[in-house]
């Protein structure tokens, strides 16, 4: 039935298709029919994923200067491919990884539109000071985008587990390190620098050691081709705004 739905919303199909064959999935056979590849990425995944794409596309004619924003999908788009990646790494089960690590940067659509030039404020931040997102965003904006993002999900009536691994991803400590929440957060760091080419010595080198730790992994296991990481978030990108 999801499938069927899809398929009058080509672009949507299209992404679905896209997002299961990318690497993130590590697939060793591409998948071409759009009921395998909803079946692959779970009911959850894919109904997080439309509701994403839905919300980003009502934002297209209001203002918001995010809405078509290349940076900012980039890293949005990195921050859920990494996510995938770390969670097949640490060998979490479930889904909502990638929408979740994608969903964490939603509210920056409520934030550029009535405070237009808070996030390139905060970009700043990050280049100069070597500032993680969350903490540029938080001396900028009063919170890190990810609590604007939870919010904006309860509204939604998301479930209730989405809502809370985005509001606690730029605060593990806080749960305790729960492994679920540590993937998000990790993969917020790496897409910082990915997308805003910051060297090691910076927000990585800060990483929270017991989040690593609670999945299991080391600081050479984050160690992945970010030119790789960067092309397969274009790539999404491109499919995911696709009018």
């Known amino acids: 039935l999801v499938a069927e739905r899809l398929v009058d919303v080509p672009s949507m199909g299209g992404?679905?298709?896209r997002l299961v064959n990318s690497p993130c999935y590590g697939l060793v056979m591409p998948v071409e029919?759009?009921?395998?590849?909803?079946?692959?990425?779970?009911f959850n995944e894919v109904s997080a994923v439309a509701l994403a794409a839905a919300?980003?596309?009502?934002y297209r004619g209001t203002g918001s200067v995010h809405r078509d924003d290349p940076l900012h999908w980039r890293r949005s788009m990195s921050r859920g491919v990494y996510a995938r990646r770390l969670a097949m790494a640490a060998g979490l089960p479930g889904?909502?990884?990638?929408?979740?690590?994608?969903?964490?940067?939603?509210?920056?659509?409520?934030a550029g539109r009535t405070v237009p030039d808070a996030l390139d404020r905060s970009r700043q931040l990050v280049r100069r000071s070597k500032l993680a997102s969350p903490e540029a965003e938080t001396v900028v904006l009063g919170a890190p985008i990810s609590e604007f993002s939870a919010r904006l999900l309860a509204r939604w009536e998301a479930p209730k587990r989405l809502v809370e691994m985005v509001r606690h991803c730029e605060t593990p400590a806080i749960t305790g390190y729960d492994p679920v929440v540590c993937v998000l957060h990790i993969a917020g760091i790496l897409a910082d620098v990915s997308c805003f080419g910051l060297p090691d010595t910076g927000p990585v080198g800060r990483l929270d050691p017991a989040a690593i730790h609670a999945l299991g992994l080391r600081v050479a296991d984050l160690q992945v081709d970010r030119l790789e990481v960067v092309?397969?978030?274009?790539?999404?990108?491109?499919?995911?705004l696709a009018r």
């Open 15 to 17: 992404f679905i298709l």
């Open 33 to 42: 029919s759009l009921p395998r590849a909803v079946a692959l990425a779970g």
């Open 55 to 58: 919300v980003a596309r009502g």
């Open 95 to 110: 889904e909502w990884f990638f929408t979740a690590g994608m969903l964490a940067d939603i509210g920056a659509l409520v």
């Open 231 to 240: 092309r397969e978030a274009d790539a999404l990108v491109r499919s995911f």
